[in-house]
């Protein structure tokens, strides 16, 4: 008889984990896999619209239950760059994902000399968009290295993914760090870089073909020659045909993701390639989901002094640290519509946060 009570306890605690374990999943309506990623996000967040459609597509998907974002790393070391993204992760209502930012702290507001249109200090505006941040030099945004290496020790197994939209300098200081190998090794589950241009011509037309993020710090990049995890690339000539971020302009007038493409764009229609948006899709949601498939079955990246990244087919690579490349599996019109749905996933309302 003393057992009734507490297997009715027991009756009641299941019954009522059952009501919660299953609240309505939204995104089993845009097809998404009921997949879960733990994940850092490296980004160049400054003057490209890309960055700021991925920093949109994670959020969404966080909300969505197929992620968490255990922080974000600023590879530009503007003051306005950190405010700037906390002024997206609060309109998504996730106002308290943790920041590192490239040291020491500048007046940086684009990566073309100052001359490119500017969205930054309009998102770093906490007048216009809220967010508790305020300043890139705020004392609760870590130094890269250290942010690395802290939440890799804490990871349990291969279990962080890494999702590189920005530049190498901050990877290759976790690589060169003491045990950084190791700690890639045992604690990285994939590495994806946006970068590369491995199509039929890849030694030509012009010198660019590592692609910007790889160029910016190119001796860094080539710590992606002996990464010690799987890495993905996501290739540039794939980004570029794919168009997304018309549907922006059905979401609300202050949405930072819309107002940072209107300034961008200035006046002209908005919409541009997706390199950043397509790597973060690949990397949250994985090959299974179906829009991409691996242009290689073998090899590895190789980077030159001269700015130029190839595709090494005849390597030889480990399975532990194996490499491959993106192309699309689905038509372009088809994936693009995939990003545009995430991108305009609240419609016109902002994210209602609890
Ligand atoms: C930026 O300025 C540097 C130094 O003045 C110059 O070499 C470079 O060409 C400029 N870049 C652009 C894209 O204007
Ligand atoms: C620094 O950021 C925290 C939130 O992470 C915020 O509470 C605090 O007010 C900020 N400090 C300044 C000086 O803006
Ligand atoms: C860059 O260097 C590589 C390796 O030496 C070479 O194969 C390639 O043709 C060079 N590319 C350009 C544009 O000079
Ligand atoms: C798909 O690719 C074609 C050919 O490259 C291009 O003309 C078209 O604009 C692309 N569509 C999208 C949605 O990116
Ligand atoms: C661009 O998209 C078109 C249409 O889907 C496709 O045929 C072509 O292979 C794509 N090119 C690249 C580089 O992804």
């Known amino acids: ?45 400054l003057s490209f619209t890309d960055d700021v459609g991925a920093l949109a597509v994670a959020n969404t998907l966080q909300n969505l239950g197929r992620v968490r974002i255990l922080g974000i790393v600023s590879d530009v070391q503007s003051r306005f760059a950190v405010p700037g993204i906390d002024a997206i992760d609060t ?43 305020h300043d890139g030099s705020n ?32 990877l290759n200081q976790l690589y060169q760090s003491p045990g950084g190998k190791e700690l890639i090794r045992d604690k990285v589950a994939e590495l994806i870089i946006q970068g590369g241009d491995f199509g039929p011509n890849f030694f030509g037309p012009g ?68 390199w950043d948006i397509l790597a973060t899709y690949y990397s949250i949601l994985g090959i299974d989901e179906g829009s991409f498939r691996y242009g290689n079955t073998g090899g590895q ?18 399975y532990e640290r194996r490499q491959h490349f993106l192309n699309l599996r689905q038509s372009n019109e088809t994936v693009a519509q995939k990003l545009n749905n995430l991108l305009a996933f609240y419609g016109e309302r902002k994210p209602a946060c609890r």
């Open 1 to 45: 008889m003393k057992l009734l009570p507490s297997l009715l306890a027991l009756c009641l605690s299941v019954a009522t984990q059952l009501v919660y374990a299953a609240p309505v999943d939204e995104g089993q309506s845009l097809g998404l896999p009921r997949s879960f990623k733990d994940v850092i996000i490296d980004t160049d967040f």
């Open 207 to 274: 010198p660019n073909r590592a692609g910007y993020n790889l160029l910016i710090d190119l001796q860094a990049a080539k710590v992606l020659e002996e990464w010690p995890s799987p890495v993905t690339f996501l290739p540039s000539d794939v980004g570029r045909n794919v168009t997304s971020g018309q549907v922006l302009e059905n979401t609300p007038k202050n949405n930072p993701i819309r107002v940072a493409n209107e300034i961008y764009h200035k006046g002209t229609q908005i919409g541009d390639g997706s």
């Open 301 to 318: 990246i190789r980077i030159f002094d001269n700015g130029t990244a190839a595709w090494d087919f005849n390597a030889y690579v480990p």
């Open 91 to 133: 309109w998504y209502c996730n106002p308290d994902i943790p920041f590192a930012q490239s040291q020491p702290v500048t007046n940086q507001i684009d990566e073309v000399n100052n001359t490119a249109p500017e969205y930054i200090t309009t998102l770093a505006n906490p007048a216009l968009f809220p967010e508790d941040i």
């Open 139 to 170: 004392k609760t945004v870590q130094d890269p290295l250290t942010f690395y290496r802290t939440v890799l020790q804490r990871a349990k197994g291969k279990s962080i993914t890494i999702i590189g939209i920005g530049f190498l300098t901050h």
